[in-house]
């Protein structure tokens, strides 16, 4: 196998985690009893050892072994919000399924059964939108502490580059959201031109 091809195989199935992690905190009943799944969201190198070949959503997903070193550099060069990005998702993925466990289930099986039939559609709503309101707070805290270098900034080209670094900050994190979440991606944006500190408009 050649090395590029490698690598793309590799990212191929640190995204196919990625979509794991997301399917998991979304419906968290449908793998308490996946003891592989589970073992994998123990740690950072647990994970990155899952070899798995499971369907989300009508979708195969297929995801290798990989070293814990090599899954920190894919994601970073392959996954939006990087090796954090992913490792968030795990810890998420392990907390729902925790708490999913420990709900006490009724004495009547049927009526247990009829609940979480008729409640798991609004779950699945429920925790997307805990998970998109999750990365809105993390966008709003990057751009933040970005904006503060695009009002100092000199110059006007200084101010385009590090405002368009900003909005690509932005789709980059948001699209960790369920696609239909995301923000798509900006072709063209204008740059209103901001006074730097210190300096006053002639």
Sequence with gaps: MKWDEGKTIQAASIENTRKLLLAIIATPYKYLKNTVIRDSLISQASLAKLALETIVEGETLHISPISLNTFKQRSEERIPGGFLAIDRLRKNAASVINKEEKKTPTKNNRTREAILA???????????????????????????????????????????????????????????NPEMYQIPPIQKASVVSITAKGKKNE
């Design 118 to 176: 008729q409640l798991a559609e609004l779950n699945l709503s429920l925790d997307v939108q805990k998970r998109s309101n999750l990365i809105l707070l993390q966008t709003l805290s990057d751009v933040r502490s970005k904006l503060d270098g695009v009002v100092s900034a000199q110059d006007e080209v200084t101010r385009k580059i590090r405002a368009a670094e900003i909005l690509k900050r932005i789709t980059a994190i948001t699209s960790l």
